[in-house]
């Protein structure tokens, strides 16, 4: 039994210009800036700029909150590739631009950041990490869309004064939610593909991971999902981590959440786990929209 996480929301417009976010996460570990960030909106070129420390822009699961997943726990290529529950979140700066065209929605992202995360680690002041993304949305019907998107890290590690990592990540994710119907049924189709490249001392270590997830609302307040884990381990692509989980969620209100999961993983050492989950969620107060 654990009490995981509170998270504290502070959120507002400073003045025409400006809106401020910060999240503080507490733990039983400590208190912590899970993000914090002012947000410039009225920049020249229809530039949108954030600063402050942020959830790195790489792929999907990377910017999502824990209370905002679809699971329990995070896919297995997160834990191995991607720096886990911390994932790539630091202090930097971002900008983005939205582009329109009669056919799809574009957005393009560009980060720095100063190179203190899980993944990345800075060995000097000029040591920065850098990221990347161009996302893509289209609806294709009036019930459904489309969004992909691919994204690019790369930084240094704590292997060595000179060694880097650098991240490749393609994610797609269709949503169905017919309009008659929505309070009742819904459907959404997710996966992430990320490659790692990781230099060490001694070699250089290339690994891939992968998940693909599915969640289908089949009553008001009933969800229910499944997700397959495939990935490597930066350190040595020859260790191999895979397995699937079932989710089944009931939301009591919009304010709470009562989620089970049962994840049965075979980890590169020939160990089969088989886990049962359960989650407690719960909101008191507004609470600010997040990354769609």
Do not use: C
């Not at 920049?43 to 997943?69: C, D, E, I, S, W």
């Not at 959440?257 to 049962?262: F, M």
């Amino acid at each position: 039994l654990e009490m995981h996480e509170a998270e504290a929301s502070f959120q507002a417009v400073v003045d025409p210009y400006a809106r401020a976010d910060f999240f503080l996460a507490f733990t039983p570990e400590g208190v912590e800036i899970e993000e914090g960030f002012l947000t410039l909106t009225s920049l020249p070129g229809n530039l949108l700029m954030k600063v402050g420390k942020l959830r790195g822009a790489f792929g999907k699961v990377n910017t999502t909150h824990n209370h905002t997943l679809a699971w329990v726990d995070r896919p297995q290529v997160t834990r191995n590739l991607v720096g886990g529950e911390e994932g790539i979140a630091d202090s930097g700066v971002s900008v983005s631009r939205l582009l329109y065209n009669p056919w799809f929605f574009l957005e393009a992202t560009g980060e720095v950041y100063r190179g203190e995360s899980s993944v990345f680690r800075t060995h000097a002041a000029s040591n920065l990490t850098y990221v990347g993304r161009l996302r893509g949305y289209r609806d294709i019907t009036e019930g459904s869309n489309l969004d992909v998107g691919t994204s690019l890290a790369v930084g240094h590690n704590a292997y060595g004064t000179d060694t880097t990592t650098r991240l490749v990540g393609i994610d797609a994710t269709f949503r169905y939610r017919p309009l008659r119907r929505a309070i009742y049924k819904r459907l959404q189709a997710r996966t992430e593909l990320v490659w790692s490249r990781a230099e060490q001392p001694l070699a250089t270590t290339a690994a891939f991971g992968m998940y693909a997830g599915v969640e289908y609302q089949f009553a008001r307040r009933w969800f229910l999902g499944g997700r397959y884990d495939h990935s490597e381990r930066a350190i040595d692509a020859s260790l191999v981590d895979k397995g699937a989980s079932a989710v089944l969620t009931f939301w009591p209100s919009e304010f709470s959440q009562v989620r089970g999961q049962y994840r049965r993983t075979t980890y590169a050492e020939r160990v089969a786990a088989n886990e049962v989950l359960f989650q407690f969620l719960f909101s008191i107060g507004a609470h600010g929209a997040h990354v769609f």
